[in-house]
Structure formats: C-alpha cells, structure tokens
C-alpha cells in the first residue's frame, strides 16, 4: 500500500514523517539534516522508493497575513527540484504527487507538544522539525478524511 510523506523544509534541516498504510495517522520519520539541494533531493526519493509513497505534503510556511516570505520562496525551489526529479524518472516507475500545505505556527506547535512531552531542551531542538512535519501531514489527513483542521 501507499503511504504520504510529510515535510517541513527548512535551511538546515528537513522534518521528515509518513502516514501509516490506512493514510489516517502520520508519524515522525526522521530529521534529515541538508547537505545540498541534490543529496537532499536523492535522499527524499530513497524514501519516497523505499516507503511506497505516492504523495508528498510540503508545509508553506506563510506569513500570518497570508503572503509568501522568503523562506517560502526557497520551499517552492527546492519542491521545484524535487517535482523534476520525480518527472523525469527518478522514482521507481510511479507518479507522486506534490502539494503544498499551510505551515504557519506548525513549528510552535511542535514544541509545545515535545515541552507538554517532557522533552529536554537538548532533544527538542533534535526533534522539533519531524513533529512539526508530522503535524503538518496529520492536519492534511484530517482534512482529506473528513476531519477538522
């Protein structure tokens, strides 16, 4: 079965989680740190590959007033990148589809939640981008099964 992949893409790091196999729980995966937009991209498609992952849901993070910074200039780059590789044949014989989600304040939640954990500050900033993609993937499966968001 297929899964979706969540990310929060940020300059250094890159929050990584999955749905299970019903697409109704997203989990963390993995705090990638970035090494260069291709490694990065290689290093997606390894697991779009390995996990069966038909969608992927890149948090957009825009500013509170609804407008594109800079930081979301940049994800649209980089998901450009990643939208190339994958048409051109880089993922084993499938189509995945890319959509963008709205990330605002998906950090802060994501800290709250590791603090409300009992997570140490050291961990924290060792976890917080995963979270924060699992959050994002999560708030997309509730809205595509019929939940709130």
Do not use: C
Request: proline share 2%.
């Amino acid at each position: 079965m297929s899964r979706i992949m969540g990310l929060d893409i940020g300059d250094a790091t890159i929050g990584i989680a999955l749905s299970d196999e019903t697409l109704t729980i997203a989990s963390p995966l993995e705090n990638y740190r970035r090494i260069s937009q291709k490694k990065d991209v290689q290093h997606l498609i390894g697991l779009i590959d390995a996990y069966n992952v038909d969608t992927i849901v890149a948090g957009m993070p825009y500013n509170m007033n609804g407008s594109l910074g800079p930081q979301g200039e940049k994800t649209k780059v980089f998901l450009a990148r990643l939208r190339k590789k994958i048409l051109y044949g880089e993922v084993s014989g499938r189509t995945v589809q890319i959509i963008t989600w709205d990330e605002r304040l998906s950090t802060k939640a994501a800290t709250a939640a590791l603090i409300q954990g009992d997570v140490s500050r050291k961990d924290r900033k060792l976890k917080v981008d995963m979270v924060a993609g699992a959050l994002i993937l999560q708030t997309y499966l509730d809205h595509k099964n019929g939940g709130i968001t």
